[in-house]
């Protein structure tokens, strides 16, 4: 029971120091940006399929049906 009288709130789940209020739940940008990039390989991570090149613009919409 030595929690402090000030208690900024969780603690940043990356490093584990106060959470800062411009950056909730992380201490600093750095942890937030670390948090985001992790975040964002993981998005990432998904296996794609390969429909087209990569290159390739998309320039086939579904919206020209020559069905008349
Ligand atoms: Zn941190």
């Known amino acids: 029971m030595a ?3 000030l208690s900024p ?3 940043c789940p990356l490093c584990g ?3 800062d ?3 909730k ?3 600093s ?3 937030a940006d670390v948090d985001l990039h992790r975040w964002l390989a993981g998005v990432y991570a998904v296996p794609v399929k ?3 090149d990569e290159d390739g613009e998309q ?5 020209e049906k020559p069905e008349n």
């Open 3 to 5: 929690a402090p009288t």
């Open 9 to 11: 709130g969780k603690p």
């Open 17 to 19: 120091k106060p959470a």
């Open 21 to 23: 209020d411009a950056f």
């Open 25 to 27: 739940p992380f201490c």
């Open 29 to 31: 940008k750095r942890c």
């Open 50 to 52: 390969e429909t087209e």
């Open 59 to 63: 320039v086939r919409d579904a919206e």
